[in-house]
């Protein structure tokens, strides 16, 4: 079936550094979706791209969508340590069907 | 601001019990969603609803079944539980717009034994 391909699995990084995580998937996406689950959290939903190489940002993050919506990132600037947690990407396929990247968990060292 | 509430934060069950989990959301969402979490696996969709009386399997609904009588309320039962069925499950409300992003209750971390 389709996947959405999610890397890296983990990140660990020196509070200040970038951080990137990336998606990939099999077919091409109607649109993608981003999340943030803090540790002990929720999924807490963070912005959706529709577009084909739609860039959006919010404050220190940006996300890419690839030109052919097969792929897409996350990057964030200058990481702090309100920025730990997980990251999942989600892509919507053909039928609206959403499919979840396996996340990246990220660990900013202060 | 929507607000998706599950029943239990945390459930120790035994080996074949029947088990209910229960999600509440008041938003008056059409979409109702049950995922699994596990380890490096992302989130699994179980079962959706777009409607009362309305389900649809998702990619692993096997051991699983759902009921939603209401439209506030979306019930995930576990017919008769095993010890792979140990996890965090999540559950989601989203508008009746196929592309409307989805909001996650705390979840439910259930232990078999």
Known sequence: GQQVMQIPQYQHV???EDFTTYCNSSTTLSNIQWYKQR???HPVFLIQLVKSGEVKKQKRLTFQFGEAKK???LHITATQTTDVGTYFCAG???????????GTRLLVRP | DVKVTQSSRYLVKRTGEKVFLECVQDM?????????QDPGLGLRLIYFSYDVKMKEKGDIPEGYSVSREKKERFSLI???ASTNQTSMYLCA????ERVSPLHFGNGTRLTVT
């Open chain 2, 28 to 36: 008056d969402h059409e979409n109702m969603f049950w995922y699994r």
């Open chain 1, 71 to 73: 792929n897409s990132s």
């Open chain 2, 93 to 96: 409300s989203s508008r009746a």
């Open chain 1, 14 to 16: 020196q509070e200040g």
């Open chain 1, 92 to 102: 919507m396929d053909s039928s609206y069907k959403l499919i979840f990247g396996s």
């Open chain 1, 39 to 41: 540790p002990g959290g």
């Open chain 2, 78 to 80: 576990l017919e008769s």
